[in-house]
């Protein structure tokens, strides 16, 4: 949000810089300085080729005090789901990196960029070896788009996709430890238009294997709008090819999230207490008018649900893949199932669609 960035370089010159753009998702930004004269660029390096265990130096203004440089190695690659950036795919490092070190280099011995440094793991607020830098690859794929059309274009496919846990794997049957479950499809999106359904899972995206959900992420993010993305997915135990003309990514509104009544029902063997949807409960909780389901009111600490993760405010709209519209329905589809299975509920929360599997 700065309106005004001054860049100070070797010998206390300092000159005014132009922002050209920037990227949140990322933690991004590209500048221009006009004026400044004899600046040499750094050699751009290739972060998919970084290995553990390699030396790299670390490149900043730690706490004001004057430039600093400090050495470490490559602690890991990839490092993701840590709630950093919306684009988690950091190399990680022991070298010291402590506030003012952002937007520092990260530097191979030759003295190439193969990463910016962004953050670290602390209960101190300062170096405890557990430091984050973007990767270049990364960082240079976002310059180019700045550079070229003042912004960052993604592709999007109107999905919404969950890791395949053992607890999911079991529940659908499935053998194979690697893809990506679909557990809600945007009506009218890329992917309703493509024939995608929820249920089926992702296992390759132009004839490169799907690890997981941030894999599936990530790749689908670095296509283009406009493109085209061939899918190989599982459906119901067979495997088809789809082909998805993607669209552009919107940026992301946060939702809060809006605490429903107390119910008078009675708690079920999840250790759930549901009741009945209103239309004033769904007005509070932001759903659809027609959204149908049971609202899960209360959850009991420690019981099957708590420990999959349902909370209070998801709506349960299905059981082992059969719908349910109200309680009563709920309550039918529980005891019918096996007792010696996960039970697999579709929930819907604040609008978006997730798969739960809860072992009993």
Same mark, same amino acid.
Not at 24 to 52: E, F, H, M, W, Y
Not at 194 to 217: F, I, K, Y
Not at 308 to 334: F, M, S, W, Y
């Given at each position: 949000?700065?309106?005004?960035?001054?860049?100070?370089?070797?010998?206390?010159?300092?000159?005014?810089?132009?922002?050209?753009?920037?990227?949140?998702?990322?933690? /991004?930004?590209?500048?221009?300085?006009?004026?400044?004269? !004899?600046?040499?660029?750094?050699?751009?390096?290739?972060?998919?080729?970084?290995?553990?265990?390699?030396?790299?130096?670390?490149? +900043?203004?730690?706490?004001?005090?004057?430039?600093?440089?400090?050495?470490?190695?490559?602690? @890991?690659?990839?490092? +993701?789901?840590?709630? /950093?950036?919306?684009?988690?795919?950091?190399?990680?490092?022991?070298?010291?990196? !402590?506030?003012? !070190?952002? +937007?520092?280099?990260? #530097?191979?011995?030759?003295?190439?960029?193969?990463?910016?440094?962004? *953050?670290?793991?602390?209960?101190?607020?300062?170096? #405890?070896?557990?430091?984050?830098?973007?990767?270049?690859?990364?960082?240079?794929? #976002?310059?180019?788009?700045?550079?070229?059309?003042?912004?960052?274009?993604?592709?999007?496919?109107?999905?919404?996709?969950?890791?395949?846990?053992?607890?999911?794997?079991?529940?659908?049957?499935?053998?194979?430890?690697?893809? @990506?479950?679909?557990?809600?499809?945007?009506?009218?999106?890329?992917?309703?238009? *493509?024939?995608?359904?929820?249920?089926?899972?992702?296992?390759?995206?132009? +004839?490169?294997?799907?690890?997981?959900?941030?894999?599936?992420?990530?790749?689908?993010?670095?296509?283009?709008?406009?493109?085209?993305?061939?899918?190989?997915?599982?459906?119901?135990?067979?495997?088809?090819?789809?082909?998805?003309?993607?669209?552009?990514?919107?940026?992301?509104?946060?939702?809060?999230?809006?605490?429903?009544?107390?119910?008078?029902?009675?708690?079920?063997?999840?250790?759930?207490?549901?009741?009945?949807?209103?239309?004033?409960?769904?007005?509070?909780?932001?759903?659809?008018?027609?959204?149908?389901?049971?609202?899960?009111?209360?959850?009991?600490?420690?019981?099957?649900?708590?420990?999959?993760?349902?909370?209070?405010?998801?709506? /349960?709209?299905?059981?082992?893949?059969?719908?349910?519209? %109200?309680?009563?329905?709920?309550?039918?589809?529980?005891?019918?199932?096996?007792?010696?299975?996960?039970?697999?509920?579709?929930? !819907?929360?604040?609008?978006?669609?997730?798969?739960? *599997? /809860?072992? %009993?």
């Amino acid at each position: 949000s700065s309106t005004e960035v001054l860049v100070l370089f070797g010998k206390n010159e300092e000159y005014k810089a132009k922002i050209l753009g920037t990227d949140p998702q990322t933690d /991004i930004a590209v500048l221009k300085v006009d004026k400044a004269k !004899n600046l040499k660029p750094i050699t751009l390096g290739d972060s998919s080729k970084v290995r553990i265990g390699e030396f790299v130096l670390a490149i +900043g203004n730690p706490f004001g005090v004057g430039r600093t440089v400090t050495m470490g190695i490559i602690s @890991a690659t990839g490092r +993701g789901e840590l709630g /950093i950036t919306g684009y988690d795919d950091f190399i990680q490092t022991d070298a010291a990196i !402590n506030p003012g !070190n952002s +937007g520092g280099a990260l #530097v191979s011995p030759d003295g190439r960029l193969v990463g910016i440094n962004t *953050a670290i793991l602390s209960r101190s607020a300062g170096n #405890v070896g557990i430091g984050f830098a973007v990767p270049v690859n990364m960082a240079r794929n #976002v310059m180019d788009q700045i550079v070229k059309q003042g912004k960052v274009v993604r592709g999007f496919m109107g999905v919404n996709i969950q890791d395949l846990t053992p607890a999911i794997r079991s529940a659908f049957r499935l053998s194979q430890d690697q893809g @990506a479950l679909i557990s809600g499809v945007e009506e009218g999106g890329p992917a309703d238009s *493509a024939g995608l359904e929820r249920g089926d899972v992702v296992l390759s995206l132009n +004839g490169q294997p799907v690890q997981d959900s941030r894999d599936l992420r990530f790749k689908i993010a670095s296509l283009r709008p406009g493109s085209t993305a061939r899918l190989q997915v599982l459906r119901e135990g067979q495997r088809r090819e789809i082909n998805v003309q993607l669209g552009e990514r919107p940026e992301s509104e946060a939702d809060s999230p809006v605490s429903p009544e107390e119910p008078e029902s009675s708690s079920s063997a999840l250790g759930i207490q549901v009741q009945d949807l209103t239309q004033e409960i769904r007005q509070q909780l932001q759903l659809e008018p027609g959204t149908q389901g049971a609202l899960v009111a209360a959850v009991q600490p420690g019981s099957p649900a708590a420990e999959a993760g349902l909370t209070r405010g998801d709506v /349960i709209q299905e059981v082992n893949r059969k719908p349910v519209r %109200r309680v009563q329905e709920l309550r039918q589809a529980l005891s019918s199932a096996g007792k010696d299975q996960p039970v697999l509920l579709l929930i !819907n929360r604040l609008g978006s669609t997730t798969y739960v *599997a /809860i072992e %009993r």
